[in-house]
Nanobody, 122 residues
Framework: QVQLVESGGGLVQDGGSVSLSCVAS????????MGWYRQAPGQQRELVAT???????NYADSVKGRFTISRDNTKNTVYLQMNSLKFEDTAVYYCNADLTPYGMGRSVFRYWGQGTQVTVSS
């Protein structure tokens, strides 16, 4: 059983910072890409940032220069440091991982965390 569990988030003032983390646990053989997505009320889930297992990153234009994604492969953990937060960053943030569980050959599956709320007050 593979599980992704996020932590962090909460209420923060406009211009403030918050850090999220997400740990992947269970019977994991390898993890390829890990990432963060977000979904605001009434909106579709959108990409925030991704990071490959060799550290290559990709960001949504709306967060470039403000958010930083990183990962610790020894801990199967991905982080998202969010600075200069804006009201429009308010959303539920989800982590995901494209990974291969043990016993599944080279098959890659996408797993999602349960989400964590980030609310930016104006």
């Amino acid at each position: 059983q593979v599980q992704l569990v996020e932590s962090g988030g909460g209420l923060v003032q406009d211009g403030g910072s918050v850090s999220l983390s997400c740990v992947a646990s269970g019977s994991i053989f390898s993890i390829n890409v890990m990432g963060w997505y977000r979904q605001a009320p009434g909106q579709q889930r959108e990409l925030v940032a991704t990071i490959t297992n060799d550290g290559s990153t990709n960001y949504a234009d709306s967060v470039k220069g403000r958010f930083t994604i990183s990962r610790d492969n020894t801990k199967n953990t991905v982080y998202l440091q969010m600075n200069s937060l804006k009201f429009e960053d308010t959303a539920v943030y989800y982590c995901n991982a494209d990974l291969t569980p043990y016993g599944m050959g080279r098959s890659v599956f996408r797993y999602w965390g349960q989400g964590t709320q980030v609310t930016v007050s104006s």
